[in-house]
């Protein structure tokens, strides 16, 4: 029988939200790269600062994208 600490169930659930989080930002950047080319560092780093929450908005605003421009000012409202 194995015993799990509170830590190691906090590690374990840290590591979830990581994970979830960096798929997340894999499949917008795909997304937004294949709509847009290639988004300049600041834009990348902006987006690479999102939570899974924000990220998962974006996913579905990008749909309304038609410019970068769109998705700066989705940002700036951030």
Do not use: C, H, Y
């Not at 840290?14 to 709509?35: F, H, P, S, T």
């Not at 929450?53 to 769109?70: H, I, K, N, P």
């Amino acid at each position: 029988m194995e015993i799990v600490t509170s830590w190691m169930q906090e590690g374990i659930e840290r590591g979830l939200v990581q994970g979830r989080q960096q798929g997340e930002l894999a499949l917008i950047k795909r997304l937004l790269n294949r709509r847009f080319g290639s988004l300049t560092p600041q834009l990348q780093e902006r987006i690479q600062s999102l939570s899974v929450a924000e990220l998962e908005d974006l996913g579905e605003a990008l749909l309304d994208f038609s410019t970068v421009a769109d998705l700066e000012a989705w940002l700036s409202d951030r």
